[in-house]
């Protein structure tokens, strides 16, 4: 499956972005979804995932509240609205799928957008 990531720009503290990850898979509902992020010099991190009918989901602690993930299976799309941004959520954002039937680990997502470039000025 191939995945394109859009929607990252420059924004100030405080304000909102919607990141959008387009799927070219016909059974986009048979992935479990995510957003990773990494920020210069750090380590690629989990923001949040997606079950394959959106039921389910969980956040990094440092996003809960802010950040919301959605799916939707009949656009092969996935979402991160992000509001309150502060200038730690810059970073390079990156949506990631795993197919099959079990919840996957951090380590098993085995599909990559490009990465889309959201930057926060304070």
């Known amino acids: 499956v191939q995945l394109q990531a859009s929607g990252g720009g420059l924004v100030q503290a405080g304000g909102s972005l919607r990141l959008s990850c387009g799927a070219s898979?016909?059974?986009?509902?048979?992935?479990?979804m995510a957003w990773f992020r990494q920020a210069t010099g750090k380590e690629r991190e989990l923001v949040a995932a997606?079950?394959?009918?959106?039921?389910?989901?969980n956040y990094a602690d440092s996003v809960k509240g802010r950040f919301t993930i959605s799916r939707d299976n009949a656009k092969n799309t996935m979402y991160l609205q992000m509001n309150s941004l502060k200038p730690e959520d810059t970073a390079v954002y990156y949506c990631?799928?795993?197919?099959?039937?079990?919840?996957?680990?951090?380590?098993?997502?085995?599909?990559w957008g490009q990465g889309t470039l959201v930057t926060v000025s304070s």
């Open positions: 990631a799928a795993k197919g099959g039937s079990r919840v996957p680990r951090l380590s098993d997502y085995d599909y």
């Open positions: 997606i079950s394959w009918a959106g039921i389910n989901s």
């Open positions: 898979a016909r059974t986009f509902s048979h992935y479990y």
